[in-house]
């Protein structure tokens, strides 16, 4: 009883230190303006708590990482009269009170939230300290240590004897973190702690591309992804973000497409009996894609899904049949799409020109390019397949020749001759020889026809283009977005938390 009763009073004190930091961190919220400096900052960035960076980040990891939940208050309440003298006693009595306000949400509390239910208060409460300290922005005079602290740690199965060259360096379970992102990424947090190890701790990004299990990471990303109507705008940023670092390895882009998957449940489009992680993964950004065009039309949530697909384009491997369907589809959609717009420019050019139209054509122009823009990169990404993975997706050559007519349009213009060289070619192939295998043939005949023509088809009749290959960089200036986000976080997701909104003047400028 006594060791429970401990454990209680423990976890009671670590969670109200955490959140004592978050309290006083939080002069941000007040100020519309990314703040430099502060007393706050000074005290836990100088002095002599800087040489408890690497202690506290690590272990408000290690707390996020048990996942303990809170204890029974039953336990909190056992007073000295069951042992443990006076001392203990008074111990207990303050916890009692602390955890008092905690569990029935205290004076400002808000009412019916959903956060004062969190079963991992610590967990919850931890990650939201640490994502605020690795996101405050470097002194005048000295770096950010806690963001040094991030970005610096290593497996504590590393033997290395190499010192590292960063300050607040340290070891932590690699295994044990890994397993609590991936069963933990539904939250937003969660998300943004994952995208911040990929990005800034190279030791993580490593030991995170070389797991077999790389499934129970990438599902959760693609099921944010896949209920896009659900998640505010910076989730699905941050999720999209982590697929784009992942894609920028070869080695990834071609084990995704070897784990095989069944019955994915949260998918219900169609039912998929069977697929590839690698086809699903495609199947999702397509959505996003799709999604975008009919109603947000971010050019920015464009370009890092076409840039995932890039990526990934070399190394597409036995695309399962509905995910090449979808590619196909995609490129009539944007087809569709750019003749309507073209269209529109050229009424409004034949029609009589006012007062008020001069802002029309400007418009539609936009339009126009932002459209073929993504064209030249759809037809780059299947370029890239048919040039370095033709004989490995017999299905995508197939949902290619159904659909030939569309590409026709494009062969002549300008944007797209370069590239409708290869495409005309493969096209043109497989057309003569389907034409000789005779007419009124079944989809086994014609598969058939298609894996044979694929080994027969010389590869030195494809043009080479460059490979396409994106990287991922930060903004300039990212704590203008990343500062606004993790106080918006700790706004909403924080545990008896409560500030009064009509004072906070942060969130107001970058609010998801």
Not at 78 to 103: E, I, P, R
Not at 181 to 194: A, F, G, M, N, P
Request: hydrophobic letters at 40%.
């Amino acid at each position: 009883l006594f060791c429970c009763c401990f454990f209680d009073i423990t976890y009671n004190i670590l969670f109200e230190a955490v959140t004592t930091l978050l309290v006083l961190l939080s002069y941000q919220l007040f100020h519309k303006e990314v703040l430099r400096e502060g007393l706050i900052y000074s005290y836990l960035t100088r002095g002599r708590c800087l040489s408890l960076t690497s202690r506290l980040v690590k272990t408000l990891l290690y707390n996020f990482i048990r996942q303990e939940k809170c204890p029974a208050a039953t336990h909190v309440l056992q007073t000295q009269s069951d042992g443990g003298g006076l001392l203990y006693g008074l111990a207990s009595g303050v916890a009692s009170g602390l955890w008092s306000v905690f569990t029935l949400g205290g004076v400002g509390s808000r009412p019916g939230a959903e956060h004062d239910q969190n079963p991992l208060p610590l967990s919850n409460q931890s990650l939201l300290l640490l994502l605020v300290l690795a996101n405050l922005t470097d002194g005048p005079d000295c770096p950010n240590p806690y963001r040094q602290a991030v970005t610096c740690f290593k497996n504590t199965q590393d033997s290395s004897s190499i010192p590292s060259p960063q300050p607040h360096t340290f070891q932590i379970n690699f295994n044990s973190l890994y397993t609590a992102l991936c069963e933990q990424q539904k939250s937003d947090q969660v998300t943004l702690l994952l995208y911040t190890l990929l990005h800034q701790n190279s030791n993580m990004r490593t030991y995170i591309l070389s797991r077999t299990d790389m499934e129970n990471l990438v599902l959760p990303i693609l099921e944010i992804l896949y209920h896009v109507e659900e998640r505010n705008s910076h989730h699905v940023y941050m999720a999209l973000i982590i697929l784009l670092i992942l894609t920028e390895d070869d080695t990834f882009n071609r084990s995704i497409h070897e784990v095989m998957l069944k019955n994915i449940s949260w998918y219900t489009e169609r039912v998929l009996t069977e697929i590839s992680l690698g086809s699903l993964l495609i199947l999702v950004v397509i959505r996003t894609i799709q999604f975008n065009m009919t109603r947000t039309r971010d050019k920015y949530l464009h370009t890092n899904c076409l840039a995932a697909l890039a990526n990934m384009s070399a190394q597409f491997r036995n695309l399962h049949q509905y995910a090449a369907q979808r590619i196909i589809s995609l490129f009539a959609l944007l087809s569709k799409k750019h003749n309507k717009v073209l269209e529109q420019a050229t009424q409004s050019l034949r029609g009589p020109l006012g007062a008020d139209d001069t802002t029309v054509l400007p418009d539609y122009a936009q339009d126009l390019n932002v459209i073929e823009e993504v064209i030249r990169m759809m037809l780059e990404i299947i370029n890239s397949c048919l040039s370095n993975s033709l004989h490995h997706n017999p299905n995508l050559l197939y949902a290619l020749l159904y659909k030939r007519e569309l590409f026709e349009q494009f062969r002549s213009h300008p944007s797209f001759q370069d590239i409708m060289q290869n495409l005309d070619t493969v096209i043109g192939f497989f057309s003569q020889r389907l034409e000789q295998a005779g007419s009124d043939l079944s989809v086994e005949r014609v598969q058939e026809v298609i894996k044979k023509g694929a080994a027969a088809l010389p590869k030195e009749r494809l043009k080479k283009f460059p490979e396409l290959k994106f990287k991922y960089v930060e903004e300039e200036q990212p704590e203008d977005f990343f500062i606004p986000y993790v106080w918006s976080l700790v706004f909403n997701s924080g545990v008896g938390l409560y500030w009064n909104s009509q004072g906070i003047e942060l969130l107001g400028m970058d609010s998801p």
